[in-house]
């Protein structure tokens, strides 16, 4: 808990830094005739540039055209640069639902994991009808042009909609193992396609500036999370810490104030999660150097389900990596065909060899080794996981997991 908050108040300060170097170009280009002293004033110029955005906003009547544009764009974007492979599922962008509203301008509706034809629907919000006009008015400024640009890399592409998606294509070896997501993942996904879309340019420096807004709004909810439960922070020192440090508007820091309140633990996920990416990248692009590839590195991420970040780290080093990734370029009928020559249970051409010339190792599928794999090298695991052999014949073994609380 002490880490996490060191960390986010050392990113805060960091990001505070890169959010004001991304201003200062657009604050000299909106305002040509400020004085010296205007442009040293690091606050001033990064809240002043997020005004001059912020007035480029939708309204109830146009948001949800706008989304499908955006998501259009942001797919095309995410194929011309290679950013990461993008499966054949259809995406519906529609009105929020009228009692959803008022909270988040956007979500993305999933299908479970064992719903394997359902569709995800990327849910957009004009705002509830009882609202003043001047409340719409600060909402949509919040949610501008290209905040919601931002919005669509977390929430659609290519973050929640094509993560969750993959994830669904995962044969995960247990019905656990399928149902049971880590948030800190998923959430973590989200917010570093935020990221690597600004790297790569999408949107410009405009876009940038929201990205970085939201990065300062992860943080700021992780050190909200921690300090509202596990401290003694205030209404007035939430707000300050939201409008000053994180430059939200009035209604946004309040609606969050709110929910930091009612929810404990999920707030950090965000800002968690995609530390624990942005890490996992570092570690993968110093051990590559110059032969490291993003769309690659991304696809291989996303080919185990939504796992904790950490055991993503142990099956990257594993030997099925490589069949992971190779099955996700596979068109469907080459699927079938790897799942009968690689899946799982043990393929013919492994029973065959097993059979003739050595004992039968019939443990259920190489995702399943990795997984216990894992679990056993993680210390802090709840769950001891480990495998025993049990004698299934004279001349034949099996490995079956024995699993025990500690």
């Not at 994991?113 to 001047?134: H, I, M, Q, R, Y």
């Amino acid at each position: 808990m002490e880490e996490i908050m060191k960390r986010a108040k050392a990113d805060l300060e960091q990001t505070q830094i890169a959010i004001y170097e991304t201003a200062l170009p657009l604050y000299k280009k909106y305002f040509p005739n400020a004085d010296q002293q205007n442009v040293a004033d690091t606050r001033k110029v990064t809240a002043a540039v997020l005004d001059k955005l912020a007035e480029q906003h939708p309204n109830d009547a146009t948001v949800v055209d706008y989304a499908k544009k955006v998501v259009t764009e942001a797919t095309d974007f995410v194929k011309r640069h290679d950013v990461v492979g993008i499966p054949n599922v259809l995406l519906d962008v529609i009105a929020m639902p009228e009692f959803k509203r008022g909270v988040a301008i956007a979500y993305c509706d999933a299908p479970g994991p064992l719903e394997k034809n359902g569709k995800t629907f990327f849910a957009v919000a004009p705002t509830p009808k009882d609202w003043s006009k001047e409340r719409k008015e600060s909402f949509f400024r919040e949610y501008n042009n290209y905040m919601i640009r931002d919005l669509t890399a977390h929430e659609a592409m290519p973050g929640h909609f094509l993560q969750l998606a993959r994830s669904n294509e995962f044969r995960a070896p247990t019905l656990v193992r399928a149902i049971f997501q880590s948030g800190p993942f998923i959430e973590g996904w989200a917010v570093y396609c935020e990221q690597v879309m600004a790297e790569q340019g999408y949107g410009g420096p405009e876009v940038k500036m929201q990205q970085l807004k939201m990065r300062l709004r992860a943080i700021c909810n992780a050190i909200l999370d921690q300090s509202i439960h596990a401290g003694n922070m205030t209404e007035k020192e939430a707000m300050d810490l939201m409008t000053k440090e994180g430059y939200q508007q009035e209604g946004e820091a309040v609606a969050k104030w709110k929910r930091a309140r009612l929810t404990s633990a999920q707030l950090s996920t965000y800002f968690v999660g995609a530390t624990e990416h942005l890490d996992l990248r570092a570690a993968e692009q110093k051990k590559l150097g110059d032969q490291f590839n993003l769309k690659k590195y991304n696809d291989q991420v996303i080919s185990y389900g939504s796992p904790p970040v950490k055991y993503v780290r142990e099956l990257m080093g594993s030997r099925w990596n490589a069949l992971s990734s190779t099955r996700w370029h596979c068109t469907s009928l080459q699927r079938q065909i790897f799942d009968i020559v690689f899946g799982e249970p043990d393929p013919p051409w492994y029973q065959l060899l097993t059979r003739r010339f050595l004992p039968s190792l019939r443990f259920r599928g190489a995702a399943a080794d990795d997984f216990f794999v894992a679990a056993n090298r993680t210390s802090s695991s709840r769950l001891n996981v480990q495998r025993r052999l049990v004698p299934t014949s004279r001349n034949s073994i099996s490995y079956q997991p024995s699993i025990r609380s500690t």
